[in-house]
């Protein structure tokens, strides 16, 4: 399933009509009903002219706390380990197993060493902590690619499992925030952003807000 579209919104909608028209029937451990497609790609050409509008709105629908652009902006950077969450995709770019900065020691000095090296990958998922059966939650952001093309930072993300409607929005900005991040670092502008899916998902009981969404104009 692929899909390719100018902004993130437009890729957002279309990606819950195909779950809503094509996806399969899951009833997970949780006895929660959702519609599932596999191995989803969705490319969004020009992520910087909407990035931030899914997440307004989740929020213009007022039936959660959905966080804002800042407090996603103080969780992708934060370096430290929460004691609010399991795990933040911050802590494990920065520091990765409290012992390597992948970005900042590893990506970018990488970067501007060769412009187009293959090598430009980062790791979220820590298969010594996440690895276990006894786990409650792991990383649903697995990795994070980066590619020079045609001059522009483009970013590909690998995503185990996806929550289409209530994670996706703050994935996307996360990811955008970070390869803002690294483009600036290297003088480049940043190009599109691919998400890989092996599990897209929306849960049934978000239908009617979901529904909202995908008339939105």
Do not use: C
């Amino acid at each position: 399933m692929i899909i390719e579209k100018e902004t993130s919104m437009a890729a957002w909608k279309t990606a819950l009509k195909l779950l809503i028209g094509e996806g399969r029937t899951v009833i997970d451990h949780e006895d929660r009903t959702s519609k599932e497609l596999l191995n989803m790609i969705i490319t969004i050409n020009h992520p910087e002219k909407d990035i931030a509008e899914p997440i307004s709105s989740m929020r213009e629908l007022k039936k959660w706390v959905y966080p804002e652009p800042e407090e996603l902006e103080d969780v992708i950077f934060q370096k430290e380990s929460s004691s609010v969450y399991y795990y933040t995709y911050g802590a494990r770019l920065f520091n990765y197993a409290n012992e390597k900065n992948q970005v900042d020691d590893y990506l970018i000095p990488l970067l501007k060493k060769d412009i187009n090296t293959r090598r430009a990958i980062s790791i979220v998922y820590y298969p010594l902590s996440d690895s276990r059966p006894e786990t409650k939650e792991s990383p649903g952001l697995i990795s994070i690619f980066f590619k020079v093309l045609d001059g522009k930072l483009t970013v590909s993300t690998l995503l185990r499992s996806n929550d289409m409607f209530i994670g996706w929005p703050a994935n996307i900005y996360q990811i955008y925030l970070l390869q803002k991040y690294v483009a600036d670092k290297l003088g480049l502008e940043a190009g599109s952003i691919t998400t890989i899916s092996h599990s897209a998902h929306i849960f049934e009981e978000y239908n009617e807000e979901i529904g909202r969404i995908i008339r939105r104009e």
